[in-house]
């Protein structure tokens, strides 16, 4: 059971979890998450149904949409695998940015390569500066696919 104030996936992949643990979700998140005193309220309405995600539930899958895609579920494994290694460590000890363990970096920063890899199949780049470039980019992504469904 999960508790009102969390959220849940029912029958996410390895896909989501990457993606949802991306650079890229985390500066859509910083930018449209509502807040109580500092901290993040992530809510389904305002930030899960907006997020535009990289286009790779396309109907004619490529080689190169499932190479993506494929990337991301092998770096998203690579992320729960550091994690694991880290036997007692809470994510509080994980993710402290001070003595974050180099296996779960270098984990991250492969899985945010391999999400922007992805988003460059959509007119994104692969290396973004900031974040601010990476909100830009998704702002203007989720005007295109609003203007999309509008005039369907």
Known sequence: MVADSCSSVPDAALYHFGVLSSAMHMAWVSHVCGRINSDY?????????????????????????????????????????????????????????????????????????????????NGGKRNWKTDAERVAFLFTRYEALTNMADST
């Open 41 to 121: 309220r992530y809510t389904n309405q305002i930030v899960y149904n907006n997020f535009p995600w990289p286009d790779l539930d396309a109907k004619s899958v490529t080689a190169q949409v499932q190479k993506s895609r494929s990337a991301i579920e092998l770096a998203a494994q690579a992320v729960l695998d550091a994690r694991a290694a880290e036997v007692g460590a809470t994510l509080a000890d994980l993710y402290n940015p001070i003595t974050m363990p180099a296996a779960l970096l270098k984990a991250h920063r492969a899985l945010d390569a391999a999400v922007d890899a992805a988003y460059a199949l």
